[in-house]
């Protein structure tokens, strides 16, 4: 008998048959490109090191690149295999020199990578831009090791290719309970007094520890093995661009850069291999239309892990109506109290 995915199993599962209406979406590129506005806000369906050379210069105001992490992973039937360390530097290296020309004077890049190919990135990044930061993400998910400890930490490196770059510090505070509120003449200092509680928008430093990977009760989350989650994005995009700016991603996988792209009021362009993955990308932009939401973000303001309680209360929400939290950020643990091995029913 076929396996239905449990009620609260949210996850993207269309496949290639299904989604020819999204994957007709996608566009080829065969020839060079004059003008970015040819082919904005689009997903290009092909292989990078070929497409990427048809790109206009000077077109991109912010790169955001997931490339394949120095691991032998199957991409659904596109293997990237693991390489003796000079060889991803090469690896890198290739595509650094293919994206840089693309980007303008003033724009940013960030690049993920977990703790191994960190050390190789972050080495290679500095021969072609301005190393500003090592951003490190909590990611919580990941399997437990007997040997070892268990790798629940991500890199981003963060850079420019000029003094002159965007940072929207504003954009990216992190509201939390102050716990020793300070006060002047009486008054508080940086932080609001509400009946639930005292709270500031604090400045993001350069760990995250209010993010999680997509899991399958969330609507974002596709299959993809290595998806990032949309909050995650949003903060890369808010903090180095502006309403309208390009943002670009060279490995596009599921979507979630344009995604996130499209709900923040940029425009995107993404290059994707996979046509399954271009399908997720559509879809997921097709939704995007109708739901601007993203969770963890609420009314301009970044949120922590397992807050929806305080979110409600600090929104007004006290009487349990979650309509409108729902949409916008679920509680993470409260999710994860399904046992995974019930995903599927009979």
């Not at 996608?26 to 004059?34: E, Q």
């Not at 530097?89 to 703790?115: F, G, M, N, Q």
């Not at 399958?216 to 299959?223: D, L, R, Y």
């Amino acid at each position: 008998m076929p396996k239905i995915k449990a009620k609260r199993n949210k996850t993207i599962d269309t496949t290639i048959d299904e989604g020819v209406r999204y994957l007709d979406r996608c566009k080829k590129i065969d020839a060079p490109i004059k003008d970015i506005q040819e082919i904005i806000n689009t997903t290009i369906n092909g292989d990078f090191f070929n497409t990427v050379k048809l790109l206009p210069n000077n077109s991109i105001d912010l790169l955001i690149a997931d490339p394949p992490y120095n691991l032998t992973k199957d991409y659904h039937g596109n293997t990237f295999s693991k390489k003796k360390e000079e060889e991803y530097e090469k690896y890198t290296r290739e595509w650094l020199t293919l994206v840089y020309p693309l980007l303008k004077e003033d724009a940013s890049i960030y690049v993920c990578c977990d703790w191994g190919t960190s050390l190789i990135i972050g080495r290679v990044l500095q021969d072609f831009f301005k190393v500003r930061n090592r951003i490190t993400w909590q990611r919580e998910k990941g399997r437990g090791a007997k040997a070892n400890w268990k790798n629940g930490f991500e890199d981003i490196w963060y850079g420019t290719k000029s003094n002159n770059y965007t940072f929207n510090l504003e954009a990216v505070k992190i509201r939390k309970k102050v716990i020793a509120p300070y006060r002047v003449e009486g008054k508080p200092k940086d932080w609001q007094e509400t009946k639930n509680g005292n709270y500031r928008d604090t400045c993001p430093s350069n760990f995250w520890d209010d993010i999680t990977i997509p899991f399958w009760s969330m609507s974002e989350n596709t299959a993809h093995p290595t998806q990032k989650s949309e909050k995650l994005l949003a903060k890369i995009i808010l903090a180095s661009s502006m309403p309208g700016d390009v943002i670009f991603d060279p490995f596009l996988g599921s979507g979630t850069t344009s995604v996130v792209a499209k709900k923040l009021g940029r425009s995107y362009l993404g290059i994707e291999l996979n046509p399954q993955y271009c399908i997720w990308a559509e879809q997921r932009l097709e939704k995007a239309q109708a739901n601007t939401s993203i969770q963890g973000y609420v009314d301009g303001v970044f949120w922590d892990r397992n807050s929806l309680s305080e979110q409600n209360a600090f929104n007004g929400n006290e009487n349990g109506n979650l309509e409108k939290a729902d949409q916008i950020c679920i509680e993470y643990d409260e999710l994860e109290l399904v046992n995974p091995q019930n995903l599927l029913e009979d």
